[in-house]
């Protein structure tokens, strides 16, 4: 079974794919870590975002083991992901590892932007997970005071509308529901509601 998880930034995707993931006993790959870890590369070697040679050579580089999630899970990152998740190259470069990786054979759970309508179109669930800006803003901004960062909301809540605009925006592989997703609507659901909505959804998609 192939589940594809979509969803704009901090509406509960990761969160849900990981707990799908554990509770069917399939692997699980949170795609926005290859284009965080791609920012990643370009911003130690001291390039820039928008240098498309080095950034496609960053992404056909990475190493799905050697990712270290606790440099990638910050805001900036968060930020420079979207800004080389915008370059059509970039994508095309990372959709035979995340192909590669929907052929388990057990199947697996994905979660990111565009699982749904480009690199999994044939998955058996898609769900598109999303919450309003104001409940995601805060959710992000409590998950990044978790982890030692000094945020405050109102600059949180910016983030996320832009980048909402940017993700949704793009001409290559914009953010949106694949015509055959349900919609999940996280604004207020707690992780356990959210999480059992989902599970209702692929247990109803197996009949
Ligand atoms: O939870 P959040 O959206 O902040 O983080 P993420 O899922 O790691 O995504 C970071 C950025 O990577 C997004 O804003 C997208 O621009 C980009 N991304 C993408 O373009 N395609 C994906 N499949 C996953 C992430």
């Given amino acids: 079974m192939i589940v594809a998880i979509d969803g704009p930034a901090a509406s509960g995707k990761g969160t849900i794919a990981r707990r799908l993931a554990r509770y069917f006993g399939l692997p699980h790959l949170d795609t926005g870590l290859l284009y965080r870890a791609t920012a990643r590369v370009l911003i130690d070697e001291g390039g820039r975002l928008d240098d498309v040679e080095a950034a496609v050579a960053a992404a056909r580089g990475l190493a799905l083991t050697e990712f270290d999630e606790e440099k990638l899970r910050g805001r900036e990152m968060g930020e420079a992901a979207s800004v080389v998740g ?31 309508t480009i690199i999994a179109p044939q998955a058996d669930v898609k769900i598109f997970v999303t919450a309003s800006p104001e409940t995601r803003a805060q959710r992000r901004a409590l998950e990044l005071r978790g982890r030692g960062e000094a945020v405050n909301y109102p600059d949180i809540l910016d983030d996320i509308r832009k980048r909402d605009e940017r993700d949704a925006g793009r001409s290559a592989a914009p953010l949106k529901p694949a015509a055959d997703a349900e919609i999940l609507d996280t604004t207020d659901l707690d992780i356990e509601a959210a999480f059992r909505a989902a599970l209702a959804i692929v247990e109803k998609k197996r009949g």
């Fill in 86 to 116: 915008a370059i059509p190259e970039v994508r095309a470069a990372l959709i035979d590892m995340q192909r590669h990786f929907t052929q388990h054979p057990s199947g697996a759970v994905l979660d990111g932007r565009d699982i749904g």
